[in-house]
Nanobody, 124 residues
Framework: QVQLVESGGGLVQAGESLRLSCAAS????????MGWFRQAPGKEREFVAA????????YYKDSVKGRFTISRDNAKKMVYLQMNSLKPEDTAVYYC?????????????????WGQGTLVTVSS
């Protein structure tokens, strides 16, 4: 089973960019579908973006389409979330998640493995 460690969070102003990274350990990383989720204070964890095991298919929450881009590098066992034009409502703890390659990782219940999360704060 993979283990996931996120990095790249921080404090930015509205309109700025951040890139989150998720480092995976384990030899079977390329057999997992990957995703990013987020949880704002007092709210449930929600889907943000997902990518298929080979990177051919990507999925996004409507509110981040055109601003966020998910990508993966199977050789490096990395998943990235490039976040542009950040808004205060993007403030949350962002989690990397993994699921079986046959999954479309757009629901929290589908995830099999979670990282510990990285905090993104966007000031207005």
């Amino acid at each position: 089973q993979v283990q996931l460690v996120e990095s790249g969070g921080g404090l930015v102003q509205a309109g700025e960019s951040l890139r989150l990274s998720c480092a995976a350990s384990g030899r079977t990383f390329s057999t997992y579908a990957m995703g990013w989720f987020r949880q704002a204070p007092g709210k449930e964890r929600e889907f943000v973006a997902a990518i298929s095991w080979a990177g051919a298919n990507t999925y996004y929450k409507d509110s981040v389409k055109g601003r966020f881009t998910i990508s993966r590098d199977n050789a490096k066992k990395m998943v990235y979330l490039q976040m542009n034009s950040l808004k205060p409502e993007d403030t949350a703890v962002y989690y990397c998640a993994a699921a079986d390659a046959s999954s479309v990782l757009v629901r929290t219940a589908t995830a099999e493995v979670w990282g510990q999360g990285t905090l993104v704060t966007v000031s207005s």
